[in-house]
């Protein structure tokens, strides 16, 4: 079982940047895939980019490419998200997501994932 902690979120302007952790619990983080998924209020639960258990694969929807770097850590156990020249629509609650462990590949669905952090709020004003 994995516990995760988000933070870095925070109200920025548009065009600033913000770089979100995610650090998890327990001894085999290396083994598990990895998401972050993103809450806008009235919407549903979005994907925003996934990285395998290696971080040697990630991919990023389409909103973000070249905005938003997904990367890891497994010394550190703990899974980032670059976040450049953000927009208001990106405004939103940020999670992260685990699948595992001994998960290979790269999943897209919040229902995909086994373990969920709490959140963190990242508010782009115009």
């Known amino acids: 079982q994995v516990q995760l902690v988000e933070s870095g979120g925070g109200l920025v302007q548009a065009g600033d940047s913000l770089t979100l952790s995610c650090a998890a619990s327990?001894?085999?983080?290396?083994?598990?895939?990895m998401g972050w998924f993103r809450q806008a209020p009235g919407k549903e639960r979005e994907f925003v980019a996934a990285?395998?258990?290696?971080?040697?694969?990630?991919y990023h929807r389409d909103s973000v490419k070249g905005r938003f770097t997904i990367s890891r850590d497994n010394a550190k156990n703990t899974v980032y998200l670059q976040m450049n020249s953000l927009k208001p629509e990106d405004t939103a609650v940020y999670y992260c997501?685990?699948?595992?462990?001994?998960?290979?590949?790269?999943?897209?669905?919040?229902?995909?994932?086994?373990?969920w952090g709490q959140g963190t709020q990242v508010t782009v004003s115009s």
């Open positions: 327990g001894r085999t983080f290396s083994s598990y895939a």
């Open positions: 990285i395998s258990w290696s971080g040697g694969m990630t």
């Open positions: 997501a685990a699948r595992g462990p001994y998960s290979s590949g790269m999943y897209y669905s919040p229902s995909e994932y086994d373990y």
